[in-house]
Structure formats: C-alpha cells, structure tokens
C-alpha cells in the first residue's frame, strides 16, 4: 500500500512538472525580435527656445508637470540658479520621445506631440550617432509626424496590419522612457478601437504594455516583429504607467505619413454633423431595440449630410455596410474616406429605416464656434417640466444657424432641474417632435406620456446634445 502511495505522489509530481514546462513553453521569447528590431528604434530630443523668465524660489518651470516624487528628486539634484538663462537672454526647453525608421534614406516616424513647436530636432540612431532631423510634416489630429535625416542604408522595421491584430494577442514596446534608450516593455491587446477625449478620427489600439513618459512615438511590435501600432498616450493619475497604454493603429498612421509626404497636409473626410451616443434610454424613445447607432444633434448648414437629407434626430445605424455600434465608429469611418467620396447611410427615423445617399465633403481646418444665445419675451410652460420658455430673435436663429426653438429664461424646478437644463438653454425637439414657438412647446409638454423615457435636444453654447427623462405624473 505504502509502495502505492509513494508511485501516485511521483506521478503527480512529474504531471505538474510537466505542465509547468509546458506552460513556459508557450510563454514566448522576445529575444529574436528585440535584437532583430532594436536597430530601427530612435531616441528623439527636441529643443525649443523660450523667452527669459525668472524662477522663483529657485524651482524649474519645465519640471512642473512631472509627478511630485520625481519632481522633487530634480529639484534636490539640480543647483538653485542652474538652467537660468542671464537676463536678455533665451532659455531652450527640452524634450525627449522615441521614434522608428520606415524606410533606409532616412524617413522616421514619431508622435507629433513629440516634436510640436521645436525648434531643433535631434535624432540618435542605436549606434550612437547623432543626426539633425527636418520636419517632414505633423498632423496633430492624429498625432503623427514624420521626420527625415540625411544618411543611407539605415536598419528599418517591417510594418504589419493593424486591422488583423486580435484582442488577448501579445504585443512589444520599445522606446526610451525617461531617457533611458532601447528600453523593451510587453503585454497584451486589451482592446480595440478605443476613442479618447478630443481624439475623434483615431480608433487607439489599447495595450497592457508599460509605457512612460519617453516611449511616445516609440513602435509597437507584434510576435513577427511587424509594427502594428505607434506608442502615443497612457491613462494615468499619478505621471506613470497604469496599466493603460494606448497607440495609434500603423493603417493609420501610414495613410496620414504618406499623405504627409506627398501634400504636407492630410485630407480627411467629413459629413458636417455633431452626434452623439444612443443610450436605453434614447434607444427606447427612438423605438430602437438596443442601444445602437450615432444620434444626429446638430447638422452644418449646406454641409454634407444636410444636402444629403439627413436630419436632427436621425440615428446613423451603419455606413457603407459597416455596422456602428457605438457613436464613436462613425468619426473613424468618415475619416478614413476621401473628399468626393460617396457614403450610403442607414438611418432610423420616426421608427422607419431608410437609406440616404451623399458625398463627403473636405474636414475644415477649424471647427466653428456658435455664440451662446439670450432670449426676450417669455410664456409660462406647462408645470409638468417646470420651465420659463422665449421665442427667439430672427437674429439669435441666424446666429445659432437654427430655424426654430425656444430658450429657456427661467428653471423653476422639477423634471428640468433634475436633468440639468439652464437659463440660456436652447429647445429645438421635445419627444422627437420640433419645437417651433412657445405655444408648440407648451403643447408637447401638456401631452408629454408619464412613466416612459422621453427625448430633448437641446443647445448649449452652440453645442447640441439629446437628454432623456422620465414623467411620474
């Protein structure tokens, strides 16, 4: 009995040994790829010429975004009066990031937050030496510059699809966080198509992989040592990693550096409307199943989509065949299209899907800004949202490229307190119905059904935007 006891604890330890070997096994080695890559991966310094400003208390200006701890490690190691340029005279910030050369004359690629404003640009390549580099172009909606130096026969990375990249997929960084060159870092995919603040017309790719201050512009490799992404932003509320990095997709990328290269700008569609996301409770007040789709809020007058038919409260269910699913799919879509392009938009309205045809149009420059309105001559609304309602000028409908709506003069309180609406406010839709004077407002407000999720558009600022809310009573 004892002989058998002894025979199963054996083979249960050579069974977990085995597992364990098998388990490293399937681990992979990034060795290969590291010493096959590395040679195409730069360091990036940048310098730019600032007035003369005096330093308090002996501080440096240029540390006061790093986090305290490394801040305060600077300031310790660093003479008081050091980096103070003489009076009259300029000081020179610097910058450090990361960059990857795509072919071997010398083109490199690199974030433009990176290089934006300099005035000198430095490129060191693996081998140590130093080259001036001149700036190609930037695009800042995108994030991406490209940059050049004169030499021959340069070690360059091989560029992958990003379309192909799968989630749970190992990925590689290389970059110089902190100054510190050649620095490798790996994780996973954790998503794709992620939509950042103020980043509309790039689906970021977001990773595990740590990165720092230094690794932007650095590449992203996959397991065939083919880039697959760019290095640009990180999540962070202490300076650091957090375990949320994100980069810019190399289809991206290469369209915006290519275009760079030819034209020195780049030419991104655009369909002239504000959206915005569709929620459960927007989706049930549109008649929708679940919430899907791009909701239409604001349209450019003579835009695009305007003279192709599409309305305020349109939801954008797909373009060209492509499903969307959340709102942010839409910018990304139109983006990657050219001017005069042709688009096929399925839209729901009024509960019905139809299909409207357009052309895109060339993104402006700039976005316009529409004046904030006053309103004069109020009516008393029905009680039920607790509102002080105005007709508007000819003057603020002109100014607000509106046909009709009322403005809000007063909130009394109730379902308007609640959902947040102010003094200023601009009423354009109430329950998918157009508001055109006080009297239509009142009107849909004395109707309005109780207990099921009711839509409002509204203009803030010049910015529109549905609201939902529910009547008890």
Known sequence: ???????????????????????????????????????????????????????????????????????????????????????????????????????????????NHVVADADEIL?????????????????????????????????????????????????????????FDHSVTAGIVSAKGRSLPNENYVPFIQTDVAINPGNSGGPLLNLQGEVVGINSQIFTRSGGFMGLSFAIPIDVAMNVA????????????????????????????????????????????????????????DVILSLNGQGINESADLPHLVGNMKPGDKAALEVIRDGNRKTLNMTIGNLPDEDEEVAAVEGKGAERSSNRLGVTVAELTAEQRKSLDIKAGVVIKEVQGGPAAMIGLRQGDVITHLNNRAVDSSKTFSEIAKALPKDRSISMRVLRQGRASFITFKLAE
């Not at 490293?24 to 310098?47: C, G, M, Q």
């Not at 001036?132 to 130096?149: C, E, N, Q, T, Y």
């Not at 569609?269 to 989706?283: C, P, R, S, T, Y």
């Open 1 to 111: 009995m004892q002989t058998l006891k002894r025979s199963m604890a054996a083979l249960i330890a050579l069974l977990a040994l085995s597992l364990s070997v098998t388990a490293r096994a399937e681990l992979p080695d990034f060795t290969p790829l590291v010493e096959k890559a590395s040679p195409a991966v730069v360091n990036i310094s940048t310098t730019q010429k600032l007035p003369d400003r005096a330093m308090a208390g002996g501080s440096m200006p240029d540390l006061e975004g790093l986090p305290p701890g490394l801040r305060e490690f600077f300031e310790r190691s660093i003479p008081r009066g050091q980096g103070q340029a003489p009076r009259g005279q300029q000081r020179e910030a610097q910058s450090l990031g990361s960059g990857f050369i795509i072919s071997d004359d010398g083109y490199i690629l690199t974030n």
């Open 123 to 179: 490129v060191r390549l693996s081998d140590r030496s130093e080259h001036k580099a001149k700036l190609v172009g930037a695009d800042p909606r995108s994030d991406v510059a490209v940059l050049k130096i004169e030499a021959k026969n340069l070690p360059t990375l091989k560029l992958g699809d990003s379309d192909k990249l799968k989630v749970g997929e190992w990925v590689l960084a290389i970059g110089s966080p902190f100054g």
């Open 258 to 313: 290519d275009q760079l290269k030819k034209a020195g700008k780049v030419s991104r569609g655009w369909l002239g409307v504000v959206i915005q996301e569709v929620n459960k409770d927007l989706a049930e007040s549109f008649g929708l199943d679940k919430p899907s789709g791009a909701l239409v809020a604001q349209l450019v007058e003579d835009g695009p989509a305007a003279k192709g038919g599409l309305q305020v409260g």
